[in-house]
Nanobody, 125 residues
């Protein structure tokens, strides 16, 4: 069982930055693929990024095309935490952002087994 708690959401201006964190419980955190998804009002939950770990300093981040080059995902296995650094924010990035954990490095919600409660990110023009 893995419990996930997001933090760091809030209000930012277009062009600004925010950093999200997701703290996980559980002793097997490092074995999970960790992902970020987002859901805007009236829209389906969409993939943002995921990151897996192969051991040592080898990490495998992957991004949705819409955020590649602007967002950066990272993980600290010692702290059981992942991060999402969001730069050059756009109004269309406004959504509830969810942290997720799974065993498959997928891009659909069905690929993930555990979810956080979400944190709101609002980008104003």
């Amino acid at each position: 069982q893995v419990q996930l708690v997001e933090s760091g959401g809030g209000l930012a201006q277009a062009g600004g930055s925010l950093r999200l964190s997701c703290a996980a419980s559980g002793r097997t955190f490092s074995s999970y693929v960790m992902g970020w998804f987002r859901q805007a009002p009236g829209k389906e939950r969409e993939f943002v990024a995921h990151i897996s770990w192969s051991g040592g300093s080898i990490y495998h981040p992957y991004y949705a095309a819409s955020v590649k080059g602007r967002f950066s995902i990272s993980r600290d296995n010692a702290m059981n935490t992942i991060y999402l650094q969001m730069n050059s924010l756009k109004t269309e990035d406004t959504a509830v952002y969810y942290c997720a954990a799974g065993k498959v490095a997928g891009q659909t919600p069905l690929d993930y087994d555990y979810w956080g409660q979400g944190t709101q990110v609002t980008v104003s023009s």
